[in-house]
């Protein structure tokens, strides 16, 4: 732990600037998608009112299994429209799954023929739910296990709601900016790395990242703490980068991307159990 603290002191605090630059677009532009999201799907919808939503579930997830307190980007909407936006984060999740699972391919095939091609399978799973749209939705309609779901949990009918009725070039714009973001943050551990370690490679950081955010979404961890990083000893090891480097660097970009933005939602959290009318956030 002396190590990594001397490294993360040592970095120069020139190449902050444009960490912090990244950091900045990262959040914004996972905002921006989030706001398109949730257009024509509640009340009242403003762009603070969407950025303080996203700030409070990434301060939920900070302190939850599997990230699932991002579920509470939905407390700060009408008492109507909650489920319907916790249906909309699962949707949103599942399009970053999509997104970091293409980025991680060919770390995955490097790693394991086996782990790629199942990724691979779910990839082309995933994305036939979020472009099938209405589609999938009539043939899930069609299995009476689902329609016995449905009838059972009335919370899970209108939770999936929010997933139908997306027009596919909303859909497309969002995946792109899902896409852009986690470009953003995967060249901003290449510069965190090669900080840290000058020689560290773009390739390592292309190879790497993408399988180190992936294993931070296992739901036994919190926030991915441990997963993470034992991932990204293994895969940067591939690159001759020492452990400490690797961990340094996952640990920072975790820091600007997750937690500096999570402590900000947490201020939000006042805003919780005030009059959902009141957007003013």
């Given amino acids: 732990m002396e190590r990594i603290a001397s490294l993360m002191g040592s970095i120069d605090t020139i190449i902050l600037l444009p960490v912090l630059l990244a950091a900045i677009a990262f959040v914004l532009l996972k905002w921006c998608k ?32 599997g990230r699932v307190g991002e579920l509470g980007r939905a407390a700060l909407f009408k008492e109507d429209d909650r489920t ?70 009335r919370g899970l009918e209108i939770m999936l709601q929010g997933w139908s009725g997306f027009d596919r070039r909303r ?31 773009l390739l390592a950081a292309l190879i790497s990242f993408p399988v180190l955010v992936l294993a931070s979404a296992a739901p036994f961890t919190v926030s991915g703490f441990g997963a993470r990083e034992a991932v990204a000893v293994l895969m940067m090891g591939r690159y001759a980068i020492p452990r400490e480097v690797a961990v340094s660097a996952t640990l920072l970009s975790f820091t600007f991307n997750v937690a500096v933005p999570g402590l900000v939602g947490a201020a939000f959290l006042q805003h919780i159990g005030r009059d959902k009318t009141d957007t003013s956030v």
Avoid: C
């Avoid at 999740?93 to 199942?118: C, E, H, K, P």
């Avoid at 859909?171 to 560290?200: D, K, N, R």
């Fill in 84 to 153: 319907r936006v916790a249906g909309l984060v699962i949707f949103d999740r599942m399009i970053d799954l999509v997104t970091v699972a293409v980025y991680a391919l060919a770390g995955l095939f490097a790693v394991s023929r086996f782990l790629g091609t199942v990724t691979l399978v779910g990839i082309i799973i995933l994305a036939a739910v979020i472009f099938g749209g209405d589609g999938v939705m009539k043939i899930l309609n069609r299995i009476p296990l689902f329609k016995g779901l449905l009838k059972r949990f």
């Fill in 34 to 65: 989030w706001h398109l999201l949730l257009i024509g799907r509640t009340e009242a919808l403003t762009p603070s009112l969407s950025m303080a939503s996203y700030l409070i579930g990434t301060a939920a997830g900070l302190v939850t299994p």
């Fill in 171 to 201: 859909l497309m714009i969002v995946t792109g900016i899902s896409f852009l973001a986690f470009g953003v943050s995967l060249i901003q551990f290449h510069l965190l790395s090669e900080a840290l370690f000058p020689g560290a490679s």
